[in-house]
């Protein structure tokens, strides 16, 4: 393997599962010191416990201070970030909007809307006097689509890629990139944790017609493939991409 991230200080947050974990394995992989944040405290040691030299720290992303906390972690083990994948993220309740009620609304955007600004804003402080960093931020196929029963969550994804152009505007003097991935169908415990809401009698039979759905393998994703993509973005071979938000859902949306 490579190491196109040898010295690099990389903060990965929802690193304990799914796409977060997928990307700080392979960050360490390539040479990258890394940070996990998730508030899942004991899932987050043992994915620590599985990367060689990984930090965790257990942070609630829509929390100022928890965020406030992690960077700081960061900066006093590694001394700078270089490298940030902005990623946590809950699917909240699927239902019509006249069924939901506020708090079901506010329980997603505060970790899928304001715990991406709230990273943005402490990570791009501190990329701003290094002048120089790459952000990955965590969007969705449903942060470019809407779609019926799942209102609060699509939301709070179109805010993500709005936020994403934003930082990418803000940055780009300071020699900071800042992108965003939407992934389509992806089999993580989220994705299961959806096919469950869908269909609480039979997940497996919402699972198998999904995949069917998808035009490139009739498959879900992997978490591995997300990763790819990430790495990619955070890498120098992307040297002239920010302010985009890239689709890998397997021609879903084509
Ligand atoms: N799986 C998919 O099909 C899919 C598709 C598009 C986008 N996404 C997005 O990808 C991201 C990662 O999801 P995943 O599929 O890997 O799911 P996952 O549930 O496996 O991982 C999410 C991780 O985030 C952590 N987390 C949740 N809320 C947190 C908080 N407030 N503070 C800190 N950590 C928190 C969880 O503990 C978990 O470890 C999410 O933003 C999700 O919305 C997933």
Request: hydrophobic share 50%.
């Given at each position: 393997?490579?190491?196109?991230?040898?010295?690099?200080?990389?903060?990965?947050?929802?690193?304990?599962?799914?796409?977060?974990?997928?990307?700080?394995?392979?960050?360490?992989?390539?040479?990258?010191?890394?940070?996990?944040?998730?508030?899942?405290?004991?899932?987050?040691?043992?994915?620590?416990?599985?990367?060689?030299?990984?930090?965790?720290?257990?942070?609630?992303?829509?929390?100022?201070?928890?965020?406030?906390s992690?960077?700081?972690?960061?900066?006093?083990?590694?001394?700078?970030?270089?490298?940030?994948?902005?990623?946590?993220?809950?699917?909240?309740?699927?239902?019509?909007?006249?069924e939901?009620?506020?708090?079901?609304?506010?329980?997603?955007?505060?970790?899928?809307?304001?715990?991406?600004?709230l990273?943005?804003?402490?990570?791009?402080?501190?990329?701003?006097?290094?002048k120089?960093?790459?952000?990955?931020?965590t969007?969705?196929?449903?942060?470019?689509?809407?779609?019926?029963?799942?209102?609060?969550?699509?939301?709070?994804?179109?805010?993500?890629?709005?936020?994403?152009?934003?930082?990418?505007?803000?940055?780009?003097?300071?020699?900071?990139?800042?992108?965003?991935?939407?992934?389509?169908?992806?089999?993580?415990?989220?994705?299961?944790?959806?096919?469950?809401?869908?269909?609480?009698?039979?997940?497996?039979?919402?699972?198998?017609?999904?995949?069917?759905?998808?035009?490139?393998?009739?498959?879900?994703?992997?978490?591995?493939?997300?990763?790819?993509?990430?790495?990619?973005?955070?890498?120098?071979?992307?040297?002239?991409?920010?302010?985009?938000?890239?689709?890998?859902?397997?021609?879903?949306?084509?």
């Amino acid at each position: 393997m490579s190491e196109r991230f040898a010295g690099k200080v990389a903060v990965v947050t929802g690193a304990a599962s799914g796409f977060g974990l997928a990307a700080a394995t392979r960050l360490a992989a390539e040479g990258a010191s890394v940070v996990l944040v998730d508030r899942a405290a004991d899932a987050l040691q043992e994915a620590a416990a599985s990367i060689h030299g990984a930090l965790p720290v257990v942070a609630d992303v829509s929390l100022e201070a928890d965020v406030e906390s992690y960077v700081a972690a960061a900066l006093s083990a590694h001394g700078r970030i270089d490298l940030f994948f902005n990623n946590a993220g809950i699917e909240g309740r699927m239902a019509p909007m006249t069924e939901l009620s506020a708090d079901d609304f506010d329980r997603v955007w505060a970790v899928n809307a304001r715990g991406v600004f709230l990273g943005l804003r402490a990570v791009l402080r501190m990329m701003k006097q290094q002048k120089s960093g790459a952000i990955v931020n965590t969007a969705s196929m449903a942060g470019i689509r809407g779609s019926a029963t799942f209102s609060p969550y699509v939301a709070s994804k179109h805010a993500v890629v709005g936020l994403t152009r934003c930082a990418a505007l803000e940055g780009a003097p300071f020699g900071i990139r800042v992108n965003a991935v939407a992934p389509g169908h992806i089999d993580t415990r989220m994705a299961r944790a959806l096919t469950a809401q869908i269909n609480p009698e039979d997940p497996d039979g919402v699972y198998q017609r999904i995949a069917a759905s998808v035009p490139l393998g009739g498959r879900y994703g992997t978490a591995a493939e997300v990763a790819g993509l990430v790495l990619w973005l955070l890498s120098d071979d992307a040297a002239y991409i920010s302010g985009a938000t890239q689709l890998i859902d397997g021609a879903l949306n084509a």
